[in-house]
């Protein structure tokens, strides 16, 4: 009976993430691989920052996520230089009629948050969103308060300009769960959005189509996903072999081995898997620890590479250093007896 009911608890999971992801790329067309990795970050309750030049969707994406939630309360923090702390996370007034100081919530009392560009704003600003990415909740008047649960924050940056930005501290950008990019569309998707836009944009159509209760199944599905004991040493091998490669100025944290291990169960689950595989792993280790690893910027400059082509290096290093374990055994019956 308990086998059937975690099947059925399972199946549930993977139809309402279906059903979100579904109705996010009725929106953002021709980038399923994209929403599907920004919706394992959600399940796996983490935060996103997609990097990319504008026009390609970005904030249409978190807009989108957010609009497809029932009941989840979503807001917006356009990130400019004058931008102070307090914007964000609110701050005492005094009330005359009261005779006390009343608390004023800021946009990051939200379930979903946009964060617009993100490296627009002073460091002093860009910090406030610490503590409430990795605690969910912040501090202000020597008062902590709890954010609203779920919490999900979606930060988005253009690469191309520098005049006028101030770039993400590692610290900053260890918080973040995974960081991705859409790129530009084919020319049928780009030709899709032309027709899809005659009549207005597709967000003024969207619908909800999950509510909070249903995300909790998502979420404690996602925590029972099975992952093998062997794809957990391999995780942290990986990760333990980018602090120890040359070509690396600073590897990936511990932070990024729990991040790893995380997304893959929801990976797993949006590909209709109670179990995680090692394609899963390699599949999710550039978007996962990418923005966690600094290159000697040495290697970059004397071999003329992009920090993609970096980052590549240092997975395929670190594969040769931890190779991918391939045991004789049947992860899927594994998982069955677990």
Known sequence: MREATDHAVFDAAIEVAGRLRRNVETVV????????????????????????????????????????????VASRVQCTPDLQPTDITGLSIWNPKTREFEFRAGPVFANVLLVDEVNRALPKAQSALLEAMAEQQVTVDGATRRLPDPFFLIATENPIEQEGTFPLPEAQLDRFLLRTSLG????????????????????SRLRPAVDLAELETLYSAVEDVYVDPLLKRWIVDLVRATRELEIVQVGASVRGTLALERVARAWALLHGRPFVAPEDVEELFLPVLGHRIVVAPDLMFEEDLTRQQAIERVFASAVKNAPRPEPDWDIEARAAKT
Not at 52 to 58: C, I, L, N, Q
Not at 195 to 200: F, M, S
């Open 184 to 203: 530009y569309p084919n020319a049928e998707d780009e030709l899709r959005i032309l027709d899809d836009q005659l009549h207005g944009h597709p967000l």
């Open 29 to 72: 067309l021709g980038k399923s691989e994209t929403v599907t990795l920004v919706i394992a970050a959600f399940a796996s309750r983490g935060h996103v920052l997609l990097e990319d030049v504008p026009g390609t969707a970005k904030t249409v994406l978190a807009r989108s996520i957010a609009g497809s939630i029932e009941g989840a």
